[in-house]
T-cell receptor
Framework: AQSVTQPDIHITVSEGASLELRCNYSYGATPYLFWYVQSPGQGLQLLLKYFSGDTLVQGIKGFEAEFKRSQSSFNLRKPSVHWSDAAEYFCAVGVEYGNKLVFGAGTILRVKS | DAGVIQSPRHEVTEMGQEVTLRCKPISGHNSLFWYRQTMMRGLELLIYFNNNVPIDDSGMPEDRFSAKMPNASFSTLKIQPSEPRDSAVYFC?????????????FGSGTRLTVV
């Protein structure tokens, strides 16, 4: 069965600084990988997804993520963080012939001015 | 499109009462998911439907929980009787076809408090 690990529970960065949120997955075949963001009191919004092709995927709000098969990782990055990026970020993995997504525990991002 | 619509947004109920949470998926989506989010356990998949048929309910915690999808545009999650440990945010999500490549669209959730 697939699983997802987000090693960092909380991350604090200064506004304007770069950001990288880590995600490691466990799955024997090619996974489908997602990053979602959840603002306080809101549902989850899809930032980006990877399922084939170019291993660097671009998403909304200036985010990107890179799939590295050798490291079983799908880290989320942003070159310059804005205060409005403060939220909780979830990595998720799915499989091709099954419709279940398994979510990581989430990483809470705090942005300091 | 209005997105996935959940109601109510907030529900406070007394222990032992029946609670019904409602979800309207995006039109044209044929997969629907119920998730529960708590601080301790994160996001847990409770049950999901394809074409209105329950496919996997292994995440439903116990018999007090039941879910139905009588048609393509409506689903309910019922807890009877409710207990304080059921307090959580319950999310509904829908997806186009039963392929994860399409991702999920989540509703805004129902925050349930059982006192």
């Amino acid at each position: 069965a697939q699983s997802v690990t987000q090693p960092d529970i909380h991350i604090t960065v200064s506004e304007g600084a770069s950001l990288e949120l880590r995600c490691n997955y466990s799955y024997g075949a090619t996974p489908y990988l997602f990053w979602y963001v959840q603002s306080p009191g809101q549902g989850l919004q899809l930032l980006l997804k990877y399922f084939s092709g170019d291993t660097l995927v671009q998403g909304i709000k200036g985010f990107e993520a890179e799939f590295k098969r050798s490291q079983s990782s799908f880290n989320l990055r942003k070159p310059s963080v804005h205060w409005s990026d403060a939220a909780e970020y979830f990595c998720a993995v799915g499989v091709e012939y099954g419709n279940k997504l398994v979510f990581g525990a989430g990483t809470i991002l705090r942005v300091k001015s | 499109d209005a997105g996935v619509i959940q109601s109510p947004r907030h529900e406070v109920t007394e222990m032992g009462q029946e609670v019904t949470l409602r979800c309207k998926p995006i039109s044209g989506h044929n997969s629907l998911f119920w998730y529960r989010q708590t601080m301790m356990r994160g996001l847990e998949l409770l049950i999901y439907f394809n074409n209105n048929v329950p496919i996997d309910d292994s995440g439903m915690p116990e018999d007090r929980f039941s879910a139905k999808m009588p048609n393509a545009s409506f689903s309910t999650l019922k807890i009877q009787p409710s207990e304080p440990r059921d307090s959580a945010v319950y999310f509904c999500a829908s997806s186009f076809r039963d392929r994860p490549v399409y991702g999920y669209t989540f509703g805004s959730g129902t925050r349930l408090t059982v006192v």
